[in-house]
Nanobody, 123 residues
Framework: QVQLVESGGGSVQAGESLKLSCQGS????????MGWFRQSPGQEREGIAQ???????TVADSVKGRFTISKDNAKNTIYLQMNTLKPEDTAMYYC?????????????????WGQGTQVTVSS
């Protein structure tokens, strides 16, 4: 089992920023695809960003230009920097890990999931 723990969520005003962290129990994050997802009540889970073993990152169109995914392999941690937050960004944010080193189109093939951290943006 791979354990993932998210942190950094909270309540902010529109236009402010938050940085989420995800620390995993599996060593050597440098060898695997990692991702961030979000889900609001009654809504389908949405892939937000992913980063592969080489550090190549992609983000969803809905957050492109505002959100950035990064990682620190030595700390087994990935991050999601969220800038210029909007009320529609309100959701539970989840960290996910794959057993593959490559990330695939469509935010698929993720095997392990964290419990989530809540982000609430008010106007």
């Amino acid at each position: 089992q791979v354990q993932l723990v998210e942190s950094g969520g909270g309540s902010v005003q529109a236009g402010e920023s938050l940085k989420l962290s995800c620390q995993g129990s599996r060593n050597n994050y440098r060898g695997y695809c990692m991702g961030w997802f979000r889900q609001s009540p009654g809504q389908e889970r949405e892939g937000i960003a992913q980063i592969d073993k080489y550090g190549s990152a992609t983000v969803a169109d809905s957050v492109k230009g505002r959100f950035t995914i990064s990682k620190d392999n030595a700390k087994n941690t990935i991050y999601l920097q969220m800038n210029t937050l909007k009320p529609e960004d309100t959701a539970m944010y989840y960290c996910a890990a794959s057993d593959d080193g490559y990330c695939y189109a469509g935010f698929v093939k993720f095997t392990y999931w964290g419990q989530g951290t809540q982000v609430t943006v008010s106007s």
